[in-house]
């Protein structure tokens, strides 16, 4: 496949975004210790990133097969859970695909932590907003 010219829409930006996260968190992160959470979050965002660029062609997924094995390598050093099936390099796979589908290399979902700084619970019961737009049985709203 290779590098492209323009990549496809909300690509470069969220490319700059986890760059620029990145950089936020080491500067978090200087002079203070890391958490096992933390530190396997990171790990994720590493591998995460790692198997993206693989799917530029062949010579980079062959390159970037030492960071996989350094986060592995990383993961044990820390005591931290290693995928006991090692995955097999990163196929070229079709740049779509849905969001939340098991990854066809590895049958598995992908990972996923928390919910986002904007989540707020669960409610038990509906809200003010939800009965505000309920749907009668007929299929008009109330």
Do not use: H, K, N, Y
Not at 11 to 17: L, P, S
Not at 24 to 41: H, I, K, M, N
Not at 61 to 80: F, K, N, Q, Y
């Amino acid at each position: 496949m290779g590098l492209v010219e323009r990549a496809a829409p909300g690509i470069e930006e969220r490319a700059d975004r986890a760059a620029v996260a990145a950089c936020e968190l080491a500067d978090a992160t200087a002079g203070s210790g890391w958490s096992p959470a933390a530190a396997d979050d990171a790990l994720v965002a590493i591998d995460t990133l790692t198997a993206a660029l693989a799917r530029v062609d062949p010579d980079v997924r062959e390159a970037l097969i030492a960071v996989t094995a350094a986060t592995s390598t990383v993961r044990r050093r820390l005591g931290l859970p290693v995928d006991t099936e090692p995955e097999p390099a990163p196929a070229l796979a079709p740049a779509a695909t849905v969001a939340g589908a098991p990854d066809p290399r590895t049958g598995r979902r992908p990972r996923r932590r928390g919910l986002g700084p904007g989540f707020q619970g669960i409610l038990d019961r509906p809200g003010p907003l939800a009965r505000d737009t309920a749907i009668t049985t007929d299929g008009r709203g109330s």
